[in-house]
């Protein structure tokens, strides 16, 4: 079982919809949370951190953490065009050392 | 957010020659940086850690006389790719982590073409 499964999508949305991303993962000592934004050709680009579980929000982007259910989402508000990217999850923890653990990545198309 | 630097963004070379990628933190002291590479559509594969002042940590199959990493300062990492192949050809990005922060923050990439 890998540590961190997401699902790769493609997701194409219209414009102005609310883009639900989500990952699961395996390792209940994880407590730190990232979400990521590529554009092709670029290296990822850090739009949430979150530490433990709860809510987190950010203009249009909200993440929630339910360590719980091993579950994290980012939510996409009013999405845009220039939305449209791969969203990578990732995750640490203390204990894991320099490890940081990613998602596939989800591709997104927002369609105008 | 904190800015890593990378360069250079595109580079093309003859198959047997070297290439060097530079990965710089420009605001922040990086104890730690990551080499990753990136095929089309795919997503990040780790290939090496490296903590400043000290030899990398490469991932199994990588090969460490190929790709090497030097992290000689708090800001600066380079990987050399030596005698470089066509199938050598890929996205490399660098991150870095600032001392005991959680966060990672990832340079813009080198897409290396060898022909």
């Known amino acids: 079982q890998k540590e961190v499964e997401q699902d790769p999508g493609p997701l194409s949305v219209p414009e102005g919809a609310i883009v639900s991303l989500n990952c699961t993962y395996s390792?209940?000592?994880?407590?730190?949370f990232m979400w990521y934004r590529q554009y092709s050709r670029k290296g990822p680009e850090l739009l949430m951190y979150?530490?433990?579980?709860g809510n987190k929000e950010d203009g249009r982007f909200t993440a929630q953490v339910d360590k719980s259910s091993k579950y994290i989402s980012l939510f996409i508000r009013d999405s845009q065009p220039s939305d449209s990217a791969t969203y990578l999850c990732?995750?640490?923890?203390?204990?894991?050392?320099?490890?940081?653990?990613f998602g596939t990545g989800t591709s997104l198309t927002v369609i105008p | 957010g904190a800015v890593v630097s990378q360069h250079p963004s595109w580079v093309i070379c003859k198959s047997g020659t070297s290439v060097k990628i530079e990965c710089r933190s420009l605001?922040?002291?990086?104890?730690?940086m990551f080499w990753y590479r990136q095929f089309p559509k795919q997503s990040l594969m780790l290939m090496a850690t490296?903590?400043?002042?000290?030899?990398?940590?490469?991932e199994q199959g990588v090969e460490k006389d190929k790709f090497l990493i030097n992290h000689a300062s708090l800001t600066l990492s380079t990987l050399t790719v030596t005698s470089a192949h066509p199938e050598d050809s890929s996205f490399y990005i660098c991150?870095?982590?600032?001392?005991?922060?959680?966060?990672?923050?990832f340079g813009s990439g080198t897409q290396l073409s060898v022909l």
């Open positions: 979150t530490y433990s579980s």
């Open positions: 990732a995750m640490s923890s203390w204990n894991t050392g320099n490890q940081f653990y």
């Open positions: 390792n209940s000592a994880f407590q730190y």
């Open positions: 605001d922040f002291q990086a104890t730690t």
């Open positions: 991150s870095a982590r600032e001392g005991d922060n959680e966060k990672l923050f």
């Open positions: 490296s903590n400043e002042g000290s030899k990398a940590t490469y």
